[in-house]
């Protein structure tokens, strides 16, 4: 059974602060995406990496593909109040084919 | 291009009723997963169905079943409603996973919110 985990679960910082949260698996991945979900909604995808190593940016927000391809992180660079969300990650071809394996979440809260 | 669509959006049920979902998804898309969450669970896979073809399936009970019509639209049923099924359903298309690495990216629909009492 493949898993995702993420880390932290839950997260509540102040406008204008940094924060990173993680995804780690045991399994191999070819491609791992990340989402945002608001409340009542569903999730929006953010971006897609595939490459180990590799770097995406998006304004305030960059996410990191590991090395061998099973981890990720997702960082946020001063944080507003309208990041505030649950952040999922997900990774596919690790196996299963067709389906995205989901981390449970990171429920982030951004305080004005 | 129009998002992914899901009827109804909010659904209240009874203890050993059935219900129906259903789901539009974006033009062009084969590709249709179900997925149910719960804060507890989070976001559980129900099954995939592409071309009409169920081509994987979730540890759900039999209870929970989908089809896909020729149109790509798609619906699940539960049967004999728990209490425990109460959840935010949601529906996802995408091209055909699997076909490249890019494919896996998945759309959303907004979610019907069924509440069993």
């Known amino acids: 059974t493949q898993l995702l985990e993420q880390s932290p679960q839950f997260l509540s910082i102040q406008e204008g602060e940094n924060l990173t949260v993680y995804c780690n698996s045991s399994?191999?991945?070819?491609?791992l995406q990340w989402y945002r979900q608001e409340p009542g909604e569903g999730p929006v995808l953010l971006v897609t990496v595939v490459t180990g190593g590799e770097v995406k940016k998006l304004k305030r927000l960059t996410f990191q593909f590991g090395d061998a391809r099973k981890d990720s992180s997702l960082h946020i660079t001063a944080a507003q109040p309208g990041d505030t969300g649950l952040y999922l990650c997900?990774?596919?071809?690790?196996?299963?084919?067709?389906?995205?394996?989901f981390g449970k979440g990171t429920l982030l809260t951004v305080n004005p | 291009k129009a998002g992914v669509t899901q009827t109804p959006r909010y659904l209240i049920k009874t203890r050993g009723q059935q219900v129906t979902l259903s789901c539009s998804p974006i033009s062009g898309h084969r590709s249709v997963s179900w997925y149910q969450q719960t804060p507890g669970q989070g976001l559980q896979f129900l099954f995939e169905y592409f071309s009409e073809t169920q081509r994987n399936k979730g540890n759900f009970p039999g209870r929970f079943s989908g089809r896909q019509f020729s149109n790509s639209r798609s619906e699940m049923n539960v049967s004999t409603l728990e209490l425990g099924d109460s959840a935010l359903y949601l529906c996802?298309?995408?091209?055909?996973?699997?076909?490249?690495?890019?494919?896996?990216?998945?759309?959303f629909g907004p979610g019907t919110r069924l509440t069993v009492t």
């Open positions: 997900a990774g596919g071809g690790g196996g299963s084919n067709y389906k995205l394996t």
């Open positions: 996802a298309s995408s091209f055909n996973p699997g076909q490249t690495i890019f494919s896996y990216e998945q759309y």
């Open positions: 399994s191999v991945f070819s491609s």
